[in-house]
T-cell receptor
């Protein structure tokens, strides 16, 4: 079945880069999304990538996709305290309207 | 700004007392979704409306119902809330169900059961 996995916690110092990883199991053509959730709030769409792309960059965010290993990463450059949140990876595969969410990675940025 | 708005942000109800959560959108999107999110977990899809067509997930309890009177509004009704229904409820919208169309989430309603 479909499954999306993430590490639970990541701690970085302010100004450093953060790399949040995600692995997925479905090998069919797919869209992969990154969402940010701050405490007590909803999910904010950060970026997304289609499986025919290897990389997507948007300001401080870089998404890398390794299709062979079914591995997705989100790199946040110059991490700020305001980046502290839970980051969810989500997969959406061919023929379905549903997201398959990962468990979420809690990013803590130390000043 | 076009938005997905959920009211109220916090709702407290009594065990067994019906409660309604509301969601409105100014995006004019065709699809509206309701998710349940418990602490430290990923959101779980309860159901969605594609226009007026209601689509229930197989494992959504009968206790949860939804109404969509028009494009802009969607309601989540919990007929007899139990302690296990305490959670954050998230509403989301998308233009359609194509994979390329991302879902846009509201800020959620946190439901507490006394």
């Amino acid at each position: 079945g479909e499954d999306v996995e993430q590490s639970l916690f990541l701690s970085v110092r302010e100004g450093d880069s953060s790399v949040i990883n995600c692995t997925y199991t479905d090998s069919s053509s797919t869209y992969l999304y990154w969402y940010k959730q701050e405490p007590g709030a909803g999910l904010q769409l950060l970026t997304y990538i289609f499986s025919n792309m290897d990389m997507k960059q948007d300001q401080r965010l870089t998404v890398l996709l390794n299709k062979k290993d079914k591995h997705l990463s989100l790199r946040i450059a110059d991490t700020q305290t305001g980046d502290s949140a839970i980051y969810f990876c989500a997969e959406r595969t061919s023929g379905t309207y549903k997201y398959i969410f990962g468990t979420g990675t809690r990013l803590k940025v130390l000043a | 700004d076009a938005m997905v708005i959920q009211n109220p942000r916090y709702q407290v109800t009594q065990f067994g007392k019906p409660v309604t959560l509301s969601c409105s959108q100014t995006l004019n999107h065709n699809v509206m979704y309701w998710y349940q999110q418990k602490s430290s977990q990923a959101p779980k899809l309860l159901f969605h409306y594609y226009d007026k067509d209601f689509n229930n997930e197989a494992d959504t309890p009968d206790n949860f119902q939804s109404r969509r009177p028009n494009t802009s509004f969607c309601f989540l009704d919990i007929r007899s809330p139990g302690l296990g229904d305490a959670a954050m409820y998230l509403c989301a919208t998308s233009r359609n169900r194509e994979r390329v169309q991302p879902q846009h989430f509201g800020d959620g309603t946190r439901l507490s059961i006394l």
